[in-house]
């Protein structure tokens, strides 16, 4: 059955929220200095595009809502330059991974916000040791129901996200031995991880307003779960990811997971879906993308065998073949993939940094604050802000 015309049409954008370590260049610690950053400048020229996060030493950008996959790479690009601007003003800079390499989340400072100071109340440690940062894909889907469906589906294919992603290979200065320790500390959080399977919104609506009713939650916001329909605006959100530090990775894993989600979408058209499977059962293969990465063997539930993630990979870009090329971004989803799986993610070329530097991990911080900005051109200190060109309509808060 052939797909149906403008089967696509007017959905799957996309926002992208992209969380940064302000970092000192000389002593390559955090600083927690994201209040003076956004008093110096960052609020009034970027607006609702930027903005704090519980710790001083976080910044997070979000994209506008953009129509496609160049919009994207536009305007991550834009915002990474701006913010570099910014901190190179105040004599920082800024890193994209996962974790910081050996910073210690006890002399973090909390940003002052009753939002913050209520979390940490409810959770204590457990809030202030999730000095972690992320990359949040969100997908325009308008009917909850759709998006539920398709949310349910995407579970399949986290893991096999995350493997593109990692890059948080160390933690307190020590090598864990993980490609993504950020989402080992993330599922010590209440509310994260594989969510169940929901059979429509409205049992996922019953859920939340029960949760809200006991008092577990003031709104679904609180629900921090690796993939869920947005309580507020009509996305699904792909929340599994580790902060990508390269910025054809992050526009990257952006195509690849509109790409899956429309996929699903024309199967839907076809009064098609792709096989449920057991949150227990996808858990086992995220463990296995945290611990390996690239070098994983995940479990193909159908045939019921191990099976390398790079091979895994190739089908999948197989699968959503149809989808990527209505999109227009089928080659360059091919060549960027492929990409990732030659270089590495950002985990393993920091751990070969670490290796080749006598394990010095403040070389690692100077590897990651050189790519965070690869690709991106730097702004003369001098340079006067106008607006951004970019959407103003920020994806989602």
């Known amino acids: 059955?052939?797909?149906?015309?403008?089967?696509?049409?007017?959905?799957?954008?996309?926002?992208?929220?992209?969380?940064?370590?302000?970092?000192?260049?000389?002593?390559?610690?955090?600083?927690?200095?994201?209040?003076?950053?956004?008093?110096?400048?960052?609020?009034s020229i970027l607006k609702e595009r930027v903005r704090p996060e519980m710790h001083q030493s976080m910044i997070e950008t979000g994209t506008g809502i953009c129509k496609n996959v160049e919009q994207v790479r536009h305007e991550v690009t834009e915002l990474?330059?701006?913010l570099d601007h910014l901190a190179r003003k105040n004599g920082l800079r800024i890193v994209a991974a996962g974790t910081h390499p050996f910073s210690d989340w006890k002399k973090q400072e909390i940003v002052n916000h009753e939002r913050y100071s209520t979390l940490v109340q409810e959770l204590e440690d457990v809030a202030r040791e999730n000095l972690i940062f992320g990359l949040h894909v969100h997908v325009g889907i308008k009917d909850k129901d759709v998006a539920m469906s398709l949310a349910n589906q995407v579970r399949y294919f986290l893991p096999h996200i995350l493997t593109l992603s990692t890059s948080s290979p160390f933690w307190l200065g020590r090598k864990t031995g993980l490609k993504s320790f950020r989402c080992e500390i993330f599922k010590r959080f209440p509310r994260t991880g594989i969510p169940d399977e929901f059979k429509s919104y409205h049992q996922f609506e019953s859920f939340a307003k029960l949760l809200v009713k006991v008092g577990s939650i003031d709104n679904a916001k609180k629900i921090w779960w690796d993939v869920?329909?947005?309580?507020?605006?009509?996305?699904?959100?792909?929340?599994?990811?580790?902060?990508t530090t390269k910025v054809a990775d992050t526009t990257t894993i952006a195509a690849l997971i509109q790409a899956i989600m429309a996929q699903l979408y024309i199967l839907r058209a076809k009064n098609q879906?792709?096989?449920?499977?057991?949150?227990?059962?996808?858990?086992?293969?995220?463990?296995?993308?945290?611990?390996?990465?690239?070098?994983?063997?995940?479990?193909?539930?159908?045939?019921?065998?191990?099976?390398a993630v790079r091979e895994l990979l190739d089908e999948l870009l197989d699968f959503v073949d149809e989808a990527s090329t209505l999109l227009g971004t089928r080659e360059m989803l091919r060549e960027n993939v492929q990409r990732i799986l030659r270089e590495g993610t950002s985990a393993d070329r920091q751990l070969q940094?670490?290796?080749?530097?006598?394990?010095?991990?403040?070389?690692?911080?100077?590897?990651?604050?050189?790519?965070?900005?690869?690709?991106?051109?730097?702004?003369?200190?001098?340079?006067?802000?106008?607006?951004?060109?970019?959407?103003?309509?920020?994806?989602?808060?």
């Open 1 to 43: 059955m052939s797909t149906p015309k403008g089967v696509l049409e007017g959905q799957f954008t996309l926002g992208v929220e992209e969380e940064f370590q302000i970092v000192d260049p000389d002593t390559r610690e955090l600083r927690s200095y994201v209040s003076q950053l956004l008093e110096a400048g960052g609020k």
């Open 80 to 82: 990474r330059q701006y």
């Open 228 to 243: 869920r329909v947005h309580p507020f605006f009509d996305t699904v959100e792909v929340r599994i990811c580790d902060m």
């Open 273 to 307: 879906q792709w096989r449920s499977y057991m949150r227990a059962l996808i858990e086992e293969n995220k463990w296995r993308a945290v611990r390996y990465g690239l070098e994983a063997k995940l479990i193909d539930f159908g045939q019921e065998k191990e099976v």
């Open 353 to 397: 940094v670490y290796g080749s530097s006598g394990m010095d991990p403040k070389k690692v911080v100077d590897h990651l604050i050189a790519e965070t900005m690869q690709d991106v051109p730097q702004l003369p200190l001098d340079h006067s802000w106008g607006p951004p060109k970019g959407a103003s309509a920020h994806p989602a808060k």
